[in-house]
């Protein structure tokens, strides 16, 4: 039998533990909130009365009530859930630190019943953006290299696919986008502490950086990303994922070629045909 490869871990779950652990959500929960506030405006949309729901995610103490009776568990690397217990599972701010979100989301799926709501909220791909490219140049200017500091997530449109590969059915991936001030990069950098957002990368850096570093980044920061008032800007992409356990009374494509009417007869237009050769076929000059 060969012996498999060990998959390569992005995150340091033990540090990622120690971040959450002295988050301090009360100081710096309002993206949380944000988030608490779009779900709700979704499970409104749905319509539909859930009896059973559970809810994965690090921060229990902000989403605990977020539906009654709900069960909530960890965002561990195994969840918690029982297969087929559930008509929805929320999957709550945790995902863009998942080593395997597809994992996480395909355990989702099994913890669903057939036509059960999948929704999931994280942090998306242009979140932190300035601060990524200002302390990308610090650190060549002032250490000669890069290393991983922010971690990387995915753009909204990748995260639609993660869903089908997940086997999930009518998938919507769409975001919220926040742009927060702050008196400085410093008292961004804090923020994210107070979130438990704080760097867990598995290969980051583990020795004191030079405070140099974070010096010329603030100062970069500021200059590029300054406001009027002499604040600074940060983006926060929150992206929202939706999608359906499959079940037979779900929408479906239409096969290929099972059309009853043509486009073209709709639009009062002429059908374009692949096979003219434009340049030959137009009226002489």
């Given at each position: 039998m060969t012996p498999t490869t060990p998959q390569p871990r992005l995150v340091d779950a033990a540090a990622l533990a120690r971040h959450r652990a002295r988050a301090?959500?009360?100081?710096?929960?309002f993206l949380h909130d944000e988030a608490r506030f779009e779900l709700q405006e979704r499970l409104i949309d749905v319509n539909r009365r859930f009896t059973s729901p559970a809810i994965v995610t690090p921060f229990p103490q902000i989403w605990a009530d977020l539906l009654p009776n709900a069960r909530v568990v960890a965002d561990a690397e195994t969840l918690d859930l029982d297969a087929g217990a559930h008509d929805l599972v929320v999957?709550?701010?945790?995902?863009?630190?998942?080593?395997?979100p597809v994992g996480q989301i395909v355990q989702c799926r099994r913890a669903l019943r057939p036509d059960g709501l999948f929704l999931a909220t994280c942090f998306g791909g242009e979140t932190l953006s300035e601060l990524r490219q200002t302390l990308a140049e610090a650190e060549i200017a002032t250490m000669g290299g890069l290393s991983p500091r922010v971690a990387p997530m995915a753009e909204i449109r990748d995260m639609g696919s993660l869903?089908?590969?997940?086997?999930?059915?009518l998938p919507v991936a769409d975001r919220?986008?926040?742009?927060?001030?702050?008196p400085d990069a410093f008292a961004l950098m804090r923020d994210l502490r107070d979130m438990g957002?704080?760097?867990?990368?598995?290969?980051r850096h583990r020795r004191t950086m030079p405070k140099s570093?974070?010096?010329?980044m603030a100062a970069l920061y500021a200059d590029r990303f300054g406001t009027p008032d002499g604040r600074i800007t940060a983006t926060f992409d929150l992206a929202f994922l939706t999608?359906?356990?499959?079940h037979d009374s779900?929408?479906?494509?239409?096969r290929p070629g099972a059309a009853q009417s043509r486009l073209a007869d709709a639009l009062n237009t002429t059908e374009f045909d692949e096979a003219a050769i434009p340049a030959l076929d137009g009226p002489d000059d």
């Open positions: 301090r959500l009360d100081r710096a929960g999957h709550a701010m945790g995902l863009h630190w998942a080593d395997d869903l089908q590969r997940a086997g999930l059915a919220v986008k926040k742009t927060v001030t702050y957002e704080t760097n867990a990368l598995a290969d570093l974070f010096a010329h999608a359906w356990a499959p779900q929408q479906k494509p239409l």
